[in-house]
């Protein structure tokens, strides 16, 4: 059982999301504007957040913002009517972790909506603590250090970055990765990869600025995906 934010000011959705959710098992807190989505957040820990980006009071871009600093660790999904791309990749870089675009199935929502909350748990204490350079990816501890010093990482951002380490100097394709690191059940742009990685890029190159460290890098194979190079 998880523990879910909805934040949604349509009352048909909301209220169809709030009782199939709870039928199974999760609970459930529905805000219907952005500032008492902020409320809620401040004060209760969430497994998952459904977002709509259209709410009547505050932009549902800067909600998602403020949401990822208070609550990091939580997945964060955006529920978005906008058919514009650009729209999507700022609520990704604003801090979301996947998008659906209304309509959609709820079967569709649930199967997302399974794949991270599965991805999110801990992993068993038998799994691969991997090392790349000074880029140390413990995966049963859901921690990547550099040099002893953790790597602040968003929890897609954490999956993307193991997954890549688990095969270095391999070329990985754009749908391998995404149905490793997001799910097999994934519709819609892959856009939210591109993202993902350049916020990977940005804070190993923060990373090694910091102090200097042997890190990897990722690099963009066109027309096929990527490839992380170890040092």
Sequence with gaps: MARFLVVEDDETIGDVLESRLRAHDHTVVWARTGRGALRAAETHPFDLVLLDLG???LDGVEVCRR????QPGCVLVMLTARQDEMDVVVGLEAGAD??????????????????????????????????VGDLVVDTA??????????????P???????????DPDTALTREQLMDD??????????????????ALRTKLAAASATQP??????TTLRGHGYRLEAP
């Excluded at 460290?213 to 990722?218: F, G, H, R, V």
């Design 141 to 154: 501890a859901r921690r990547c250090t550099v040099r002893g010093r953790e790597l602040e990482l968003r």
């Design 67 to 70: 949401l990822r600093r208070v």
């Design 55 to 57: 709410l009547p009071d």
């Design 181 to 198: 690191v997001w799910d097999v059940n994934w519709h819609g742009s892959t856009k939210t990869l591109d993202v993902h990685i350049a």
């Design 98 to 131: 996947d998008y659906l675009t209304k309509p959609f199935g709820f079967n569709e929502l649930l199967a997302r909506i399974r794949a991270h909350l599965r991805r999110g748990a801990p992993a068993p204490a038998t799994s691969a603590r991997t090392v």
């Design 156 to 166: 897609k951002e954490f999956d993307l970055l193991a997954r890549l380490t688990a």
């Design 213 to 218: 460290a042997a890190l990897p890098s990722i």
